[in-house]
Each structure stands twice: as structure tokens, then as C-alpha cells.
């Protein structure tokens, strides 16, 4: 690139020419104290629920300007049956809590506290639905003969494009 496109280029985007060019960065463009790191316990399945892992298998780098307050971890997904809003192997932030709202997505053990799996909550009289956003997908039936028991409210979901 010519040195006066860089010049008119660096002008409209308000950084210098050399910091356009990767050679002059900012030492800090981002104070240490507005990153926390997040760990990530394994993965989610959406669709059927599989073994739960809750080892930490690496930690995730977020800011910390808009955190919900809270325990809050990492789960990989696992799966289609949250597609598009969640895609398969998007990182999904929950906060640790023992119940949602009606409507919300959290993660829920079941199958007798061996599996997980990530489902949007519909509350019934006696029964509660894990529903999918992929229609493709049956929803999960919870009751007093299907037990289950909810760990987290979804609150984030990052994915790379």
C-alpha cells in the first residue's frame, strides 16, 4: 500500500500510520484488571445428553466490564439441537444457579446426575419441558418419574465466525 493511502487510511480510522501498519501497538490497550479468566468444565451436549466432565479443560479471557455477577463457568457445546443460536462447538457462559425462569436456556443434569444438557426451560403444571431451538429436535420431558435437576443459566454464548 502507497504511503498516502496509508495516511488517508490511518485519518479516517483514527490510529497512527504505524500502528496501522503493526508496527507501533499500544502497550496496553486493555488494562489488566478489566480481563478475568473463566474456566471452561468440559463440554454440553445439545442434543442427547451425554457423560458429564467437570474438569477444567482450559480457561476463556473475558472482559469484565458487563460480567453478570455470580459463579460463573464455561461449557463447551456439544450438537445441533440449539442451532443457530448456539452452534456446535460454541463456548456457552452459565451462572451457577438451581433454577431459571420459564423460557430461559440452562444446563440441566439428568438421567440420574450422569448427564447434562443445554435446553431452553418451559414450565408446566407437573412437567417440564427441555425444548430445542432446532425443530428438528424432540423436546426432553422432565417429571417425578424423569427427574432432573438444573446446575446454570446460560447468560453468554461466543463462537468463532
Not at 24 to 39: F, L, Q, T
Not at 86 to 112: C, F, H, T, W
Amino acid at each position: 500500500m502507497k504511503r498516502d493511502k496509508i495516511a488517508k487510511l490511518s485519518e479516517v480510522i483514527e490510529i497512527s500510520p504505524l500502528e496501522l501498519l503493526g508496527m507501533d501497538i499500544p502497550k496496553n490497550p486493555i488494562p489488566v484488571g478489566d480481563i478475568v479468566r473463566i474456566p471452561v468444565l468440559g463440554y454440553i451436549t445439545c442434543g442427547e445428553p451425554i457423560l458429564t466432565d467437570e474438569n477444567v479443560t482450559e480457561y476463556r479471557e473475558v472482559f469484565n466490564n458487563d460480567l453478570p455477577k455470580g459463579n460463573l463457568f464455561f461449557l463447551q457445546a456439544k450438537g445441533h439441537s440449539m442451532e443457530p443460536k448456539i452452534p456446535d462447538g460454541s463456548y456457552v457462559m452459565l451462572r451457577k444457579q438451581p433454577d431459571v425462569e420459564n423460557g430461559e436456556i440452562a444446563a440441566v443434569i439428568v438421567n440420574g446426575d450422569n448427564e447434562a444438557t443445554l435446553k431452553r426451560v418451559r414450565k408446566l403444571d407437573d412437567t417440564i419441558l427441555l425444548e430445542t431451538l432446532n425443530e428438528k429436535y424432540a423436546p426432553y420431558i422432565i417429571n417425578e418419574n424423569n427427574p432432573a435437576r438444573i446446575i446454570g443459566k446460560a447468560v453468554k454464548v461466543e463462537y468463532k465466525l
